[in-house]
Nanobody, 122 residues
Framework: QVQLVESGGGLVQAGGSLRLSCAASGRIFSSYAMGWFRQAPGKEREFVAYVSWSAGSTYYADSVKGRFTISRDNAKNTVYLQMNNLKPEDTAIYSC???????????????WGQGTQVTVSS
């Protein structure tokens, strides 16, 4: 069992930055790939980024590439999402997830956090 808790969301103006954190507890965090997903009101959940268990591989959705950076600190059992140059269309609830393999598909992730709200004003 893995428990995930996100933090760092909030209200920011367009062009601003936020750093989301996802703290994990439970089974060995370092053995899991970690992903970030988001869901805007009235829309389906969409993939944002993932990082492999070793942090040797990362991948981003085209919509955030060059603006967002995913990283992990296995010693702290934490994964981060640095979000720069935020746009109003980035407004959503952001959730982290843990799975045995890296994927853009949410179905492979077994454990999910509750999510944190990010609101970007224009």
């Amino acid at each position: 069992q893995v428990q995930l808790v996100e933090s760092g969301g909030g209200l920011v103006q367009a062009g601003g930055s936020l750093r989301l954190s996802c703290a994990a507890s439970g089974r060995i965090f370092s053995s899991y790939a970690m992903g970030w997903f988001r869901q805007a009101p009235g829309k389906e959940r969409e993939f944002v980024a993932y990082v492999s268990w070793s942090a040797g591989s990362t991948y981003y959705a085209d919509s955030v590439k060059g603006r967002f950076t995913i990283s992990r600190d296995n010693a702290k059992n934490t994964v981060y999402l640095q979000m720069n140059n935020l746009k109003p269309e980035d407004t959503a609830i952001y959730s982290c997830a843990a799975g045995t393999t890296s994927s853009t598909w949410s179905g492979v992730y077994r454990y999910w956090g509750q999510g944190t709200q990010v609101t970007v004003s224009s």
